[in-house]
């Protein structure tokens, strides 16, 4: 059974980092793209980043030079590194696998 299985996130004040985690079973994370979205409240919920198979990154304009995704394969875990974070960046965060497997989602709150 594929399941992706959170963790990381929490209070931090603006222009600080925090790292998500997100562990991947039932899957190799090598084979398939892996991706973050979040959902800031009353609104929609928004794409963040991804990695494809082949390990090309793409970044939401919002979180381009602040956010950073990567994978470890001997973990089966993608990470999403941010840093400078914003209070707009308050929300919270998911993890897929293909748009076919979510993780159960990170809050992340930045004060100002």
């Known amino acids: 059974q594929e399941q992706l299985v959170q963790s990381g996130g929490g209070l931090v004040q603006a222009g600080g980092s925090l790292r998500l985690s997100c562990d991947a079973s039932?899957?190799?994370?090598?084979?398939?793209?892996m991706g973050w979205y979040r959902q800031a409240p009353g609104k929609q919920r928004e794409w963040v980043a991804d990695?494809?198979?082949?390990?090309?990154?793409n970044y939401a304009n919002s979180v381009k030079g602040r956010f950073t995704i990567s994978r470890d394969y001997g973990k089966n875990t993608v990470f999403l590194q941010m840093s400078s974070l914003k209070p707009e960046d308050t929300a919270v965060y998911y993890c897929h696998m293909a748009f076919r497997v979510w993780g159960q989602g990170t809050q992340v709150t930045v004060s100002s």
């Open positions: 039932g899957s190799t994370i090598s084979i398939n793209t």
């Open positions: 990695i494809t198979s082949a390990g090309s990154v």
